[in-house]
């Protein structure tokens, strides 16, 4: 065990643990910050989705002694009120069906449109290739990030 | 208007009930008053009452009129926990913008039939559904009426307003809700008029849609409690091995581990439900503190597996039948293969006949055979298995996601002895069920976790426990025939199906009815792997495999495969063979001519393939037609047209939601899926080896229409996914001049298919 000092969502936080710890454990079991979801834990299904540095990573895939020092975002911090025009998209588009992939898909796309404000289908479908759906809902994530790519141009 | 007896389940309708409020609810906090409005950027917040009052078990009104509904049904993702309370609002007249939706724990006394499972929610809720809601509106009118002293005749709602007629009287519903409270339970009361519906018909956003895009807990694995451990189980690595032992003192010394032991979950002598399927019964628990020191301790658990004599034996006497000698009893996918092709049909019962087929076959002068087959599958939800419990000495608390609360208050029951009332489930939202929930061993599992330790623990499947578990789609087989005479007629058919351990045929269904000569037979072969129901059971392979039949017996016949299948189903409608056909015609054919005319079928345009599939089951009608290309041995899906009869679509954008789900999900599974066998053993146990369809897999875009015919709603889980896998592979033949008979297709696909050029 040691501890490290991670700084999420805007907030200072201290966390003892394994330095090991996959960012994931330590945002749901430690942190009480269960937006983060567990899919796979081997970086397969995206939804363990976070913003490290601005950038989307695997948690999963990110220990805690590399996560440390570092801005990390989670879906409970991509806007103070749920109001990113992401998550907009997402409830005009009324994309969830069992929702569980939803957080990880939003914390992708957001990433992606910071990069590429004006994606292409393509370079939608090959940014969100590692989010898996098991629900299917694919259309309507597609089209929810493009009605937030015209929202935010605009 | 109709009119009801509330007498059906009466007790739902008695007041002082006494869950509203229980402590074990995830968190009614005051988000789930916060949501979208219906454009869905806004954000409307709902003043919470000083004072709710109970009218009957699904509904209480506070003194400001806001409204609680209790959703009765487990919510899988398909959206019941929305649609479910919009029924009751409809009827309760009531602005759906003052409603707020909890999930009800299970509870028999109230509740008929809380379960998610054969599409069922919406068609056998509806009557209760909205008796409830009806029957709460007459209680608040006359409640309305005592104060005003009118009468109840002279008195409309709009919205949960009440006007007098002859006066400028209004009352609204948070003003009489207490009184309304005391008021006796109506005998009978009136139902809507379809044409009156305000709510039913109109699309609503998921009621958890924000929770969702914002995080919050909903899930099983979201729920924490104080004092609570983690738990997770070992399993042997292979179907028909045992646990012998291990080396649980070295672990139970690592960081956060707590203990390290066996469970029994299903005693032998234990009196099990139709829901206990569970393929290991004796395993090792770790339980720990968090679920990273307890996934390390599991990596570290060194565990002896052995053979379990009896399971093998019983493969190794069925393989030697088979002529397969010196076999060890471990499944594998290359002997299930042989099992199927060689011996299945040997063994087949004839499960209906009509007409003489057997002579039919005889005297044809073209016989057209085919074979298809599918292998096994896991549902993978995205959410692995898992549940919360917290047993104490007279008590069993559950809390996680289930879609049969009920059949599992029996199995905790009779495995721990508790009393019914004694034992408390509650449901969460679900990260997905597709069948999978069904079979609530894990719960179990956590009760007697839970009951060991003396504490609250959360029981946790990883993703390689979830996938290796078993309770899979079985693996089927089905070879159909057809008899050609001289004039290309058809005149008779022939399925024989079969499968490991079951077989999918559904013999009174299409074309049963439509054909003089025919002959359905069944068969199947045990196994050591547990299988269970996923997403359309059986329908989900003998669809595609149908539809595909049909489609290269209409090309042989030089018919249109739609108006083949068309003129088939007039047969059936105006003539019928036999006498216990389980479809009706009329509607079969509705949603095959919609989608000819919704796509324009026969005006396609050069460099897209076309296929066409159409199926009824679970109550409901699907045609779909997939246009595709393929690319290199890429497949590219560029556009699925829907046409659904499922009676009156309750939420018609959530309904498109779940059709376009269901499409998805057939094309996924059809193309990409499966699970093999060595020796038993699963040889995918994550998402790197286990394909699910992704992102740029999924179709470019999907249409999807309703017929509009007013008849009482079914089911919508199930009935968009069975279909679009025969319209995939006869789209796949249009684009590479090949059938495509085994799934998953992309095996075949990418063993040098030649695109037809
Ligand atoms: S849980 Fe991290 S990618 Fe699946
Ligand atoms: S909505 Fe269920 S996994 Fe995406």
């Known amino acids: 065990m040691a501890e490290f000092n991670i700084t999420i969502n805007g907030k200072e936080q201290t966390v003892d643990a394994d330095p090991q710890t996959p960012l994931l454990w330590v945002l749901r079991d430690h942190l009480n910050l269960v937006g983060t979801k567990y899919g796979c834990g081997i970086a397969q299904c995206g939804a363990c989705t976070v913003h490290f540095n601005g950038t989307a990573v695997r948690s999963c895939q990110l220990p805690i002694s590399t996560a440390a020092n570092n801005e990390i975002v989670t879906i409970e911090g991509l806007s103070e009120k749920g109001d990113h025009p992401v998550q907009k998209a997402w409830l005009e588009h009324d994309v969830p069906q069992c929702g569980y992939c939803q957080a990880g898909q939003i914390m992708t796309a957001t990433a992606l449109l910071k990069k590429n404000p004006n994606p292409s289908d393509k370079e939608i479908e090959n940014a969100m290739y590692g989010n898996i759906c098991r629900c299917g809902t694919y259309t309507r994530i597609k089209a929810a990030i493009k009605t937030a790519a015209k929202s935010e141009q605009s | 208007?109709?009119?009801?007896?509330?007498?059906?389940?009466?007790?739902?309708?008695?007041?002082?009930?006494?869950?509203?409020?229980?402590?074990?609810?995830?968190?009614?906090?005051?988000?789930?008053?916060?949501?979208?409005?219906?454009?869905?950027?806004?954000?409307?917040?709902?003043?919470?009452?000083?004072?709710?009052?109970?009218?009957?078990?699904?509904?209480?009104?506070?003194?400001?009129?806001?409204?609680?509904?209790?959703?009765?049904?487990?919510?899988?993702?398909?959206?019941?926990?929305?649609?479910?309370?919009?029924?009751?609002?409809?009827?309760?007249?009531?602005?759906?913008?003052?409603?707020?939706?909890?999930?009800?724990?299970?509870?028999?006394?109230?509740?008929?039939?809380?379960?998610?499972?054969?599409?069922?929610?919406?068609?056998?809720?509806?009557?209760?559904?909205?008796?409830?809601?009806?029957?709460?509106?007459?209680?608040?009118?006359?409640?309305?009426?005592?104060?005003?002293?009118?009468?109840?005749?002279?008195?409309?709602?709009?919205?949960?307003?009440?006007?007098?007629?002859?006066?400028?009287?209004?009352?609204?519903?948070?003003?009489?809700?207490?009184?309304?409270?005391?008021?006796?339970?109506?005998?009978?009361?009136?139902?809507?008029?379809?044409?009156?519906?305000?709510?039913?018909?109109?699309?609503?956003?998921?009621?958890?849609?924000?929770?969702?895009?914002?995080?919050?807990?909903?899930?099983?694995?979201?729920?924490?409690?104080?004092?609570?451990?983690?738990?997770?189980?070992?399993?042997?690595?292979?179907?028909?091995?045992?646990?012998?032992?291990?080396?649980?003192?070295?672990?139970?010394?690592?960081?956060?581990?707590?203990?390290?032991?066996?469970?029994?979950?299903?005693?032998?002598?234990?009196?099990?439900?139709?829901?206990?399927?569970?393929?290991?019964?004796?395993?090792?628990?770790?339980?720990?503190?968090?679920?990273?020191?307890?996934?390390?301790?599991?990596?570290?658990?060194?565990?002896?597996?052995?053979?379990?004599?009896?399971?093998?034996?019983?493969?190794?006497?069925?393989?030697?039948?088979?002529?397969?000698?010196?076999?060890?009893?471990?499944?594998?996918?290359?002997?299930?293969?042989?099992?199927?092709?060689?011996?299945?049909?040997?063994?087949?019962?004839?499960?209906?006949?009509?007409?003489?087929?057997?002579?039919?076959?005889?005297?044809?002068?073209?016989?057209?055979?085919?074979?298809?087959?599918?292998?096994?599958?896991?549902?993978?939800?995205?959410?692995?298995?898992?549940?919360?419990?917290?047993?104490?000495?007279?008590?069993?608390?559950?809390?996680?996601?289930?879609q049969t609360p009920e059949y599992a208050e029996k199995s905790v029951n009779k495995r721990l002895g508790f009393e019914l009332e004694d034992i408390d489930i509650q449901m969460t939202r679900m990260g997905g069920g597709f069948g999978r929930r069904l079979y609530g061993h894990f719960l179990v599992e956590a009760a007697v976790i839970s009951q060991k330790m003396g504490k609250p623990i959360k029981l946790v499947y990883s993703r390689e426990d979830d996938m290796t578990n078993g309770v899979y789609r079985p693996a089927y087989h089905v070879t159909y025939r057809a008899a050609l005479d001289e004039n290309n007629n058809l005149t008779a058919f022939h399925v024989n199906a079969g499968g490991i351990p079951e077989s999918p045929l559904f013999a009174n269904r299409f074309p049963a009815g439509a054909v003089d000569n025919y002959l359905a037979e069944s068969w199947s072969i045990d196994t050591n792997i547990s299988v269970g129901a996923f997403r359309a059971p059986r329908s989900n392979f003998i669809a595609g495999a149908e539809q595909s039949f049909l489609d290269e017996l209409a090309e042989e016949m030089g018919k249109d495969p739609i108006q083949f299948r068309l003129d088939m189903l007039k047969r059936a409608e105006n003539d019928p063979v036999g006498e216990k056909n389980d479809y009706d015609p009329a509607r079969y054919a509705g949603v095959l001519e919609m989608v000819r005319e919704k796509s324009n079928w026969g005006k396609e345009t050069s460099n897209v393939a076309r296929g066409v599939s159409a199926y009824y089951c679970h109550n409901s009608y699907v045609a779909q037609i997939l246009d595709m290309s393929v690319n290199g041995d890429q497949p590219v899906i560029h556009k699925v047209t829907c046409a659904v009869d499922c009676g009156i679509v309750v939420n018609p954008d959530a309904a498109k939601n779940m059709v376009e789900g269901g499409t998805v999900d057939g094309i996924g599974h059809a193309m990409y899926s499966q699970m093999t066998f060595k020796e038993g053993e699963p040889q995918h146990n994550n998402f790197d080896s286990y394909r699910l369809i992704r992102h740029p897999e999924a179709p470019k875009e999907i249409d999807v229409y309703f017929i509009e015919n007013g008849i009482d709603p079914t089911g919508l889980g199930e009935p968009p996914f069975p279909p679009i896998m025969g319209a995939l592979a006869n789209a796949l033949y249009k684009a590479t001049g090949k059938r495509f008979y085994n799934q998953p297709f992309i095996n075949e696909l990418k063993s040098g298919v030649k695109v037809k050029g």
């Open chain 2, 1 to 402: 208007m109709s009119k009801v007896k509330t007498g059906i389940g009466r007790r739902s309708f008695i007041k002082s009930v006494s869950f509203a409020g229980g402590g074990l609810l995830i968190g009614f906090n005051w988000l789930a008053c916060k949501r979208p409005n219906e454009d869905g950027v806004e954000e409307m917040v709902l003043e919470m009452p000083e004072e709710w009052f109970e009218i009957n078990g699904y509904l209480k009104i506070g003194d400001n009129g806001v409204v609680t509904i209790y959703s009765p049904n487990p919510e899988i993702g398909q959206n019941v926990k929305t649609s479910m309370p919009m029924i009751v609002a409809e009827e309760l007249d009531v602005d759906w913008d003052m409603v707020v939706v909890e999930q009800a724990p299970l509870n028999t006394d109230i509740f008929t039939r809380q379960l998610a499972g054969g599409s069922q929610s919406i068609r056998q809720g509806w009557e209760s559904l909205r008796t409830a809601g009806a029957t709460a509106r007459q209680m608040l009118l006359i409640a309305a009426a005592n104060q005003l002293e009118a009468d109840v005749a002279d008195l409309t709602v709009d919205k949960g307003v009440i006007s007098h007629k002859g006066s400028d009287r209004k009352l609204e519903y948070g003003e009489v809700a207490k009184a309304a409270s005391q008021v006796a339970v109506p005998e009978e009361v009136e139902l809507k008029d379809n044409n009156d519906f305000k709510i039913i018909g109109t699309s609503r956003k998921n009621v958890d849609g924000k929770k969702i895009v914002t995080g919050q807990p909903l899930y099983g694995l979201d729920v924490y409690k104080d004092g609570m451990l983690i738990a997770m189980v070992v399993q042997p690595p292979a179907f028909g091995m045992q646990f012998k032992s291990m080396n649980a003192d070295e672990v139970k010394s690592m960081p956060g581990i707590v203990d390290v032991f066996t469970i029994d979950t299903y005693p032998e002598d234990m009196e099990k439900e139709w829901s206990d399927t569970a393929a290991f019964s004796k395993l090792a628990v770790v339980v720990g503190e968090t679920t990273w020191q307890v996934m390390q301790a599991k990596k570290a658990l060194n565990v002896e597996w052995e053979l379990n004599p009896d399971l093998v034996k019983k493969m190794q006497i069925l393989e030697k039948s088979a002529g397969m000698d010196g076999t060890s009893g471990l499944e594998n996918t290359n002997i299930h293969a042989t099992l199927m092709a060689e011996t299945g049909a040997r063994n087949s019962e004839v499960v209906r006949r009509d007409g003489d087929p057997e002579a039919e076959f005889k005297k044809a002068s073209r016989i057209i055979e085919r074979t298809y087959t599918c292998p096994f599958l896991a549902h993978n939800c995205l959410e692995p298995m898992n549940f919360f419990a917290n047993v104490t000495e007279d008590k069993a608390e559950l809390l996680g996601p289930i």
